[in-house]
């Protein structure tokens, strides 16, 4: 359920996003972690996600790179 959540936010804005949960579910689930995490997705990517999830007309996310 949660890699498909990441999957529906992030979707074309950041495709590979849901190898780091999944990674992140099996190390975790592993006695000691075998390996690092892949890397995050890149700011403007999950910012673009963000905004694609956040409700239809919201105004209040700041620009990328800006802060509140």
């Known amino acids: 359920m949660a890699n498909a959540g990441v999957v529906n936010a992030t979707g074309d804005a950041a495709p590979d996003a849901w190898r780091r949960v999944v990674t992140l579910v099996i190390q975790s689930l592993e006695a000691p972690a075998r390996g690092s995490l892949p890397a995050p997705p890149e ?22 790179g800006k802060s509140a």
């Open 43 to 64: 700011h403007d990517a999950l910012y673009k996600a963000m905004l694609r999830a956040s409700p239809v007309g919201s105004t209040t996310a700041p620009e990328p």
